[in-house]
């Protein structure tokens, strides 16, 4: 049926019905819409987001490690977390500068923004250093010239009424002792804090915001390797049950990670160097033997590698759990991203036992953070994909 006719123009009586202007043309709906907004540099924020990846890893590396012996690497550690902060800030300044950050990631980017500056404060080298470089050196002190003494004078019987002395002036401080002031008030806070909770707890702060830093970097990664039109299209098939799962899986082997920092840092990991018992016994000995009774929690060695073990049991039978329950899935890519996880969550327990019994050596350790980190991205990645699954299409099946 055609459209009506204009009101302000009269039909002719001969006129066809149906003929209309190019004015009343119906107009063809148009597809991708969605697309057609403004999505910002999608490939520019993936390109950013792993290079911040890749920094934070460095982080931990060198963090892990005493150095190995060499000076460059010693010298270098202090100044990955200020790099890191650098990297962030030259993006989010050249996204903000050009428009081109997509709807809706402000909160993300300042947030990983925050991340990257707790990281890059918490060691107070760098800050130290810039305090020494700004403050001013002191005076060289001039030596009175030694040689023969005045003559004693004698004073008068009525001393002398002092002149009135006028109160110093006092220059106020230059913005470059300001700035060197408050290096000095951040440095003796993160040593304070350092000194209140404890080494071992710090650096697992450290570990742990480092981890932290990676997982939602790669996250958004994930997320700009997509378009928008993919990512709404997939939302609507996914799975709240796997994403839980997956969600559950990753917040153990988060707290599974900052209780194995704290057996590092306190060197729990060379106890008990036996498994599945531990001194021969299902137990450790002296489980609660620290007073106030938290400080096991922080300090314990039987307590915390008992309690890191245990965490692994329960991790690899959840997992086990979650691979089952993703057969389920239709999505194949989904399915196999959770056997993936699985598969790396069984390796990373073998490889755990294998440095424990054998004495927890450096090389060992850094073979057990490595799998860590790796595990840490199966597990995100197979979680997104239950959020946002990829579709296959049915021209591909054969």
């Known amino acids: 049926m055609g459209m009506k006719p204009a009101k302000n123009r009269s039909r002719a009586i001969f006129e066809e019905v149906g003929v209309e202007t190019p004015k009343q043309m119906p107009v063809a709906p148009k597809g991708g819409m969605i697309d057609a907004r403004p999505k910002g540099a999608r490939k520019a924020l993936m ?91 002191p005076a060289a002190e001039v030596l009175p010239q030694t040689g023969a003494l005045p003559p004693l004078q004698l004073l008068p019987a009525t001393p002398p009424t002092p002149a009135p002395v006028a109160a110093p002036v006092v220059a106020p401080p230059t913005p470059q002792e300001q700035v060197a002031k408050a290096a000095d008030l951040a440095v003796a806070k993160i040593n304070l804090a350092k000194t209140t909770i404890g080494t071992a707890p710090f650096a697992t702060l450290r570990l742990g915001l480092a981890f932290a830093l990676v997982g939602f970097a790669f996250w958004y990664a994930l997320l700009a390797a997509r378009t928008e039109a993919a990512l709404i299209s997939a939302r609507r ?45 299902w137990l450790p ?28 049991y329960l991790l690899l039978a959840l997992g086990l759990f979650a691979l089952l329950r993703s057969r389920r899935s239709v999505h194949g890519v989904t399915r196999t991203a959770f056997v993936l996880a699985t598969v790396w969550i069984g390796l990373q327990a073998v490889l755990g036992v294998v440095t424990l019994l054998h004495g927890d050596p450096l090389h060992l350790r850094l073979a057990h953070l490595g799998g860590a980190l790796a595990l840490w991205l199966f597990l995100i990645r197979a979680r997104f994909l239950a959020r946002y699954p990829r579709v296959q299409s049915i021209r591909g099946i054969k």
């Open 237 to 281: 098939q996914a799975e709240p049950g796997l994403f839980g799962l997956a969600t559950g899986l990753m917040h153990l082997s988060f707290l599974q990670l900052l209780v194995g920092g704290l057996v590092t840092g306190i060197g729990a990991g060379a106890v008990f160097t036996d498994w599945p018992m531990m001194g021969g016994a």
């Open 47 to 137: 390109l950013w987001m792993v290079s911040l990846i890749v920094l934070a890893v460095l982080q931990l590396g060198l963090d892990a490690t005493p150095g190995f012996g060499i000076a460059e690497l010693d010298l270098v550690q202090p100044y990955t977390g200020l790099a890191l902060f650098a990297v962030w800030a030259l993006g989010a300044l050249g996204l903000a500068v050009s428009r081109r950050l997509p709807p809706g990631w402000g909160m993300r980017v300042a947030g990983l923004g925050l991340g990257c500056l707790l990281l890059a404060a918490s060691d107070p080298t760098p800050i130290s250093q810039l305090s020494k470089a700004l403050s001013p050196e």
């Open 285 to 312: 000995p002296d489980l609660l033997s620290l007073e106030p009774v938290w400080r096991n929690a922080l300090e314990n060695q039987g307590l915390l590698q008992f309690s890191h073990r245990a965490l692994g």
